[in-house]
């Protein structure tokens, strides 16, 4: 088969960390052709969707990436495609989706553009609000800071289009920052942010469930720096095996349906003291850590669950 992954630049990606790497070592495996493109250099004329691609292959040695000559492709002549375009969702990205519209009933696309749309992966996680610690979304500065007094007087504060933990900040009533905190990333009120009610499990960790088609491919728990209140891979968090606990299992089995609705094959849930935090839907990390965990290569069943999918979709 032949595979597109429309992402980030293919140099960008890390040979012992980078899932999108890992995905391409899978489909090598199981004897598939895989092109890359950046997202600006997908077309359309009229409903045919071309790129403007080139052969990328990967491997465990240096040089870990390889690129080949530029192509221009027929999207609806692939087997699949990839969206692994790293956040944030700006205006390119949403135009992205829209093009991939045009031809996803001739192609299979993972994840669907529609989903990608419709699921910001932080308030997403208000589908399933019975899972979720007390949140509020607000550019209303006085509205926040009452809030993170509500809750008992410490919140975390994020930005709705971050990813990696960037912008990830804690609030403290008492503390003299605040205001200027609340401010920076509301942009005085002109911008939504995300508060929510810290929870004290983070210093154990924060557990990323990865599901593919809505079922877990296993689990991982990002264990923070001491100096730093995020956990994620990104910022430095520390890697450790884990396993699901009853409550998390049950949390998966309500969240799976939904993604399934919305074409979400592929995502990686972000759970704190069997809590819902986030549902990263656009490019989702873990996989090398989970195999490593696992003693196995995991991407290579989502590579396995592609091939159907595609020849399905035929």
Known sequence: MRFLFVMD?????????????????????????????LSREVSNEGR???????PVTVSERAPHVSLGADQRVELARLDAVFVRKDPPFDAAYLYLTQQLDLVKDRVFVMNDPRGL???????????????????????????????VSAVGGTAVLKPLDGAGGSGVVVLSVGDRNVRSM???????????????EYQPAVRQGDKRVLLLDGAPLGAILRVPREDDVRANIHAGGQVVPC????????????VGPTLREYGLWFVGLDLIGEKLI????????????????????????????VEQRAFSSR
């Open 278 to 305: 986030e549902v990263n839907v656009t490019s989702p990390t873990g996989i090398q850590e989970l195999g490593r965990h696992q003693g196995k290569r995991p991407e290579e069943d989502v590579i396995a669950w």
């Open 48 to 54: 045919e969707v071309f790129a403007l691609a080139r």
């Open 243 to 254: 396993d699901l606990t009853a409550r998390e299992r049950a949390l998966v089995r309500s």
């Open 117 to 147: 749309r419709d699921a910001n992966e932080k308030l997403f996680a208000f589908q399933f609000l019975e899972f979720m610690p007390r949140s509020l979304v607000s550019a209303d500065r006085a509205q926040i800071i009452d809030f």
């Open 182 to 196: 609340v401010d920076i990333m509301t942009a005085e009120g002109r911008r939504l942010a995300m508060v929510q």
């Open 9 to 37: 630049p293919a140099e960008t990606m890390t040979a012992d960390k980078d899932t999108t790497f890992a995905f391409i070592r899978g489909a090598m495996a199981r004897g598939h052709e895989c092109l890359h493109c």
